[in-house]
């Protein structure tokens, strides 16, 4: 008993004497790291040691934040092979090889063999690099081997991806399988040795994202990430190192890049001392456009148009059928053949992430003009451009045969001179150039007819939205109007009477027992509603709207007869008003069969709905928008378009409700200081929740959406999928890259 007593205790001291010893910042060759110790770098940022990632119980040797109090894993040495009990230690062995050894399972994992060194020392930096070096070498302060040099999932400041020519060693990020498993997962990012070399994140073997070649200044893809106040970047290219890096501006925030599976995009973290937690600074792929080569050969992408993909000017799709379809896969070519006798003419496109470089060449020597010429002389080159924008621009890249994955970029992106046949340049526009100018006048004329409109009505805004201002119609960046104006409204009273009859508040209050609770139907967006019952038992539902807002009596009669206006038998038809000191009320006709929602978010419903039906209503909804779009006198963008708008009658006709409220109950006032986009969160499109633009293209993204959860059954900020963390959008939009195109 007392000898197996001493024994423990002698292993106790011996224990606490290893744990003593491995204080240092530093392992020579006679000493090891066990499971349970760590190494620590000099300045105390980063620790060595053996951990367990997520949920597993799995050892890997790898190196953490130390004073991060989320562990935040930056590099994994054993990523594959991990050891499953804790007998691992971590060593450099006799012959001069970095070893993570186990009792039970022997070698996991090892480097070179450094037998050359004659007092080999392993050393953790503060800048997270565990690197060997010889202490008695003539050159102590060469690296030997660097963990830099062989990156798991995490990019750390000063490191470098990309490539050392002269060791042949291609640096790359690589994500990890999940939370549990560092093994290398389908992502990784390293840099493709071209001509004009670049930066590519790949899934699997496919090329996934590319923010386009280094243009002396920044990537040409992604312009918003050259001024920040985080980091600084570079690229470097020569002869003996192609590689990407970054340095933190303050040395005492924590930032870093990673590969993640999870959300298949490379993000980039700030650690926030205050929340105690990484915060995700920016990430690519940015959008739907970024994923590579979604339009196919010879387009370009443009996110804010529809369909977002377009031939670039002088091709046409390669198979119009499939392009029709939105499938684009096959891209373009070009409309006619070059006669490659100098009759093409280079057309010059702004703001675009330039093509793959894979067909390119460079010469950093040439100018523009003799970029020209060298691209005219050979019949396979399809554009050119500067292949450094500093200054007045200088250099020269050709690209040959099809030109891949462009988009727009816009506050940012390059000027690219694509070839097309003469013939073609007068009679077909600069895609971009007019395209968008065209659009800006159309807006311009828009927000002029709008202005005069408020000029011309006197109201309490006429300061804010005047003649005299010129850019008036913005408010806190957002534009703030729901009609592009068309017609003459603001001008003439409606002259022909509508018989829409006007109720007193005592006919209500009777209809509607009092507007008891029984009676309520539900909330909308402009106050409840109530089920009533006219004397000569009509049935109605009545809108009554919150007080607030700030109408005068004639505006509202007015507005009311214009609404009355609208009729389509897919809207809700307005059956009558009520005015009665601030009570103001619509009276709409009564939809026996409710709103739509309860039957799509309802599981058991939706199932025994069948599709048919389903067909007939997506229909109805379409034939109502498109009224409101384009067929009815007033242009009325719905802004508020989802399921539990869209009301069924008896033979479950559907019918959109609240259409016009928007322009007129909300303040389509400049000045309006309480002025707030309306909308439901998670139906509104992007450009609309974000920045308050809206046309008619924020509803068919409202129209996009309820047809995905009618589809599906599911709502879209409900939408949970067991792989994914998105919404219903993400879920649909990167199921697959490229994706099956039905969504856009
Ligand atoms: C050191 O480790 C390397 C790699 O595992 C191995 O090949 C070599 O035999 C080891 N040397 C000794 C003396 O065990
Ligand atoms: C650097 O960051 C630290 C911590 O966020 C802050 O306290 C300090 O003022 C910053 N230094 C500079 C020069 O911005
Ligand atoms: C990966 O992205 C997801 C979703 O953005 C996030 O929840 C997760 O924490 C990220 N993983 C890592 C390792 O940062
Ligand atoms: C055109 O350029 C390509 C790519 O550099 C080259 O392979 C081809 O030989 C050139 N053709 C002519 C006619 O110079």
Not at 73 to 91: E, S
Not at 106 to 135: C, H, M, Y
Not at 620 to 627: F, S, T
Not at 668 to 690: H, I, K
């Amino acid at each position: 008993m007392k000898v197996l007593w001493f024994i423990s205790y002698c292993a106790y001291l011996l224990g606490l004497l290893g744990r003593i010893c491995a204080i240092p910042h530093s392992i020579g060759q006679s000493q090891f790291l066990s499971d349970g110790e760590s190494l620590v770098s000099e300045g105390g940022t980063f620790e060595l040691g053996f951990f367990s990632p997520g949920s597993s119980t799995h050892r890997y040797l790898g190196i953490w934040y130390k004073n991060i109090p989320v562990r935040t894993v930056v590099w994994v040495a054993n990523r594959k092979t991990p050891i499953k009990d804790r007998t691992g230690v971590f060593l450099i062995n006799s012959t001069g090889s970095i070893v993570v050894t186990s009792r039970t399972s022997g070698d996991i994992w090892s480097t070179n063999s450094f037998k050359d060194a004659k007092a080999p020392v392993l050393q953790l930096l503060d800048s997270g690099n565990l690197i060997l070096r010889d202490e008695k070498g003539s050159n102590s302060d060469v690296y030997l081997w660097q963990s830099f040099d062989y990156p798991s999932d995490t990019l750390l400041p000063g490191m470098k991806l990309g490539w050392d020519l002269r060791m042949g060693l291609s640096r790359q990020l690589s994500s990890w399988r999940n939370s549990d498993d560092p093994a290398p997962g389908e992502l990784s990012n390293g840099i493709e040795l071209h001509e004009f070399p670049e930066a590519v994140v790949w899934k699997g073997s496919r090329k996934y994202f590319r923010g386009g070649p280094w243009n002396g200044e920044r990537f040409s893809g992604a312009p918003d990430l050259k001024v920040n106040p985080i980091y600084d970047y570079s690229f470097i290219s020569n002869k003996d190192e192609v590689y990407y890096t970054y340095q933190l501006k303050n040395k005492s925030v924590f930032s870093r890049l990673i590969l993640n599976n999870t959300a298949s995009s490379r993000q980039r973290y700030v650690w926030v001392e205050a929340s105690l937690a990484w915060i995700l600074y920016s990430s690519v792929p940015h959008d739907y456009c970024d994923t590579y080569g979604l339009c196919g050969a010879n387009t370009v992408c443009v996110i804010t148009d529809s369909p977002m993909c377009q031939c670039l000017d002088g091709f046409k799709p390669k198979s119009p059928d499939s392009w029709n379809s939105m499938d684009w896969s096959e891209g373009c070519i070009l409309s006619k053949p070059f006669s490659c006798q100098n009759k093409e003419v280079f057309v010059k496109f702004s703001e675009l992430k330039l093509p793959d470089t894979t067909k390119s060449w460079v010469s950093d020597t040439m100018n523009l003009q003799e970029c020209r010429e060298a691209c005219f002389k050979n019949c396979s080159c399809m554009a050119y451009s500067n292949s450094d924008i500093r200054g007045q621009g200088s250099g020269c890249v050709l690209w040959f045969n099809d030109l891949i994955d462009i988009r727009q970029v816009s506050n940012g992106g390059q000027d690219l001179y694509i070839r097309i046949e003469a013939s073609k340049q007068a009679g077909r526009h600069v895609v971009n150039a007019v395209l968008y100018s065209l659009i800006a006048v159309a807006v311009l004329f828009g927000l002029a007819l709008f202005c005069y409109y408020l000029s011309r009505r006197k109201t309490k805004v006429r300061g804010v939205c005047g003649r005299a201002n010129s850019a008036p119609c913005f408010f806190n960046n957002k534009l703030v109007y729901g009609i592009t104006g068309q017609d003459e409204w603001t001008r003439e009273e409606p002259k022909e009477d509508l018989d829409l009859p006007f109720f007193d508040l005592a006919t209500m209050a009777n209809a509607t027992d009092n507007f008891s609770l029984n009676n309520k139907l539900g909330e909308g967006g402009f106050g409840p509603v109530y089920k009533g019952t006219l004397a000569d038992g009509q049935e109605i539902a009545v809108k009554r709207l919150s007080k607030n807002s700030g109408q005068g009596l004639n505006e509202f009669k007015n507005e009311v007869k214009l609404i009355a206006k609208l009729q389509h038998r897919n809207l809700v038809k307005l059956v009558g008003s009520c005015i009665d000191g601030d009570e103001k009320m619509l009276i709409y006709e009564y939809m026996a069969n409710g709103s739509l929602d309860s039957f799509v978010f309802d599981q058991t419903r939706w199932k025994q709905f069948g599709w048919s039906k389903f067909f007939q209503i997506i229909d109805g909804i379409a034939r109502g928008l498109l009224y409101l779009h384009q067929d009815s006198r007033l242009r009325i963008i719905h802004r508020d378009l989802k399921a539990s708008n869209v009301l069924l009658d008896a033979d479950l006709n559907p019918k959109i409700s609240d259409f016009g409220l928007a322009r007129t109950f909300q303040g389509d006032q400049c000045g309006d200081s309480t002025e707030r986009v309306v909308g439901t969160l998670g139906y509104m499109a992007p450009e609309y929740a974000l920045y308050g633009l809206f046309s008619v293209k924020s509803d068919v993204f409202s129209f996009g959406l309820l047809l995905l959860e009618i589809i599906s059954g599911k709502k879209n900020r409900c939408f949970r999928h067991p792989h994914h963390h998105h919404g219903l959008i993400e879920y649909v939009r990167f199921k697959e890259a490229p994706v099956s195109s039905f969504f856009v």
